[in-house]
Each structure stands twice: as C-alpha cells, then as structure tokens.
Nanobody, 119 residues
Framework: QVQLVESGGALVQAGGSLRLSCVAS????????MGWHRQAPGKQRELVAT???????NYADSVKGRFTISRDNAKNTVYLQMNSLKPEDTAVYFC?????????????WGQGTQVTVSS
C-alpha cells in the first residue's frame, strides 16, 4: 500500500523558513515525479513545485527564488525548503507522487501538513 507522509508544517512569522518532508513507502520512489501542492482556505489546490526522476525542478511563479524542492531517492523522501515566507503562503501543503508510462499511470497524495505564516 502506497503511503505519503508529510511533516514539517508549523506556525512561522513572515520572513521565516520551514522545511517540509514527505516520506514515501510502498512504491518505487525513484521512478515517480514528486511534487508539492497547497490549498488555502476557500481556494483551489495549486501546484507549488515538482521534481522529476532526474532531479529537474519546476516552480510556480509565486514561489520562484524562495522555495527549493529536492529529493533523496535513498531515503524515499522529497523536501520543500521554504524561505522568505509570506502570509499568502499559508495553506495546507500536500505531497504528490505521479507516474505515467504507456497505458499505466498512478497518482498518490499525502494527507497534508499545515503551514501558517503570521504577519
């Protein structure tokens, strides 16, 4: 059974930093594109960052230059380093794992971790 377990969410002041972690189990981690999404109250879930199996990152414009996504295949873990946090970064952050090849595709989500940035 695939599980994605996020951790690291907290209450932090604007300008501060947090590092989120997502540990995956029950899957061949290295073949999955991993991502972080977030959902603020009353808003749709939005993409924050993704990282390919080869380690290439992609970021939403709103977090470029402030957030860094990375992965450690040996630890089945993806990270999101968040610096210069702003109140508008407040949201539940979800880890995502996606794999697609030929007719096979899989998509998994974690349960989320709350990030609150106070002004």
């Amino acid at each position: 059974q695939v599980q994605l377990v996020e951790s690291g969410g907290a209450l932090v002041q604007a300008g501060g930093s947090l590092r989120l972690s997502c540990v995956a189990s029950g899957m061949m981690f290295r073949i999955y594109t991993m991502g972080w999404h977030r959902q603020a109250p009353g808003k749709q879930r939005e993409l924050v960052a993704t990282i390919t199996t080869g380690g290439s990152p992609n970021y939403a414009d709103s977090v470029k230059g402030r957030f860094t996504i990375s992965r450690d295949n040996a630890k089945n873990t993806v990270y999101l380093q968040m610096n210069s946090l702003k109140p508008e970064d407040t949201a539940v952050y979800f880890c995502n794992a996606g794999y697609s090849y030929a007719l096979e595709s899989y998509n998994y989500w974690g349960q989320g971790t709350q990030v609150t940035v106070s002004s």
